[in-house]
């Protein structure tokens, strides 16, 4: 069992920078990839980044590449979303998830998600 919690939301101005954070509890995350979605009002839950927990590699949504970074902390157990250059088209409540299977699959395919963290970019 993987438990997961988000956490760094909140409002900022466009161009703006934030960094969330998912902080994992539970066993065996050597084999897991880690990702980030996030979802709009009236949208679809989304793919933004992802990175494997064993050699961090890493992959983006075309829509954040460039703006977003994410990382991750082995002896946390956390992953790291740093967001900059925010624009407004980027507020949604942002889930972090974990499961085996890489990035590319559907949001509901992943097994594991967080509670998820607001982030609105005013304009």
């Known amino acids: 069992q993987v438990q997961l919690v988000e956490s760094g939301g909140g409002l900022v101005q466009a161009g703006g920078s934030l960094r969330l954070s998912c902080a994992a509890s539970?066993?065996?995350?050597?084999?897991?990839?880690m990702h980030w979605f996030r979802q709009a009002p009236g949208q679809e839950r989304e793919f933004v980044s992802s990175?494997?927990?064993?050699?961090?590699?890493?992959y983006y949504a075309d829509s954040v590449k460039g703006r977003f970074t994410i990382s991750r902390d082995i002896a946390k157990k956390t992953v790291y979303l740093q967001m900059n250059d925010l624009k407004p088209e980027d507020t949604a409540v942002y889930y972090c998830?974990?499961?085996?299977?890489?990035?590319?699959?559907?949001?509901?395919?992943?097994?594991?998600w967080g509670q998820g963290t607001q982030v609105t970019v005013s304009s």
């Open positions: 998830a974990a499961d085996l299977r890489a990035f590319g699959h559907y949001w509901s395919d992943y097994a594991y």
């Open positions: 539970g066993r065996g995350f050597s084999d897991y990839f």
């Open positions: 990175i494997s927990w064993s050699v961090g590699r890493t």
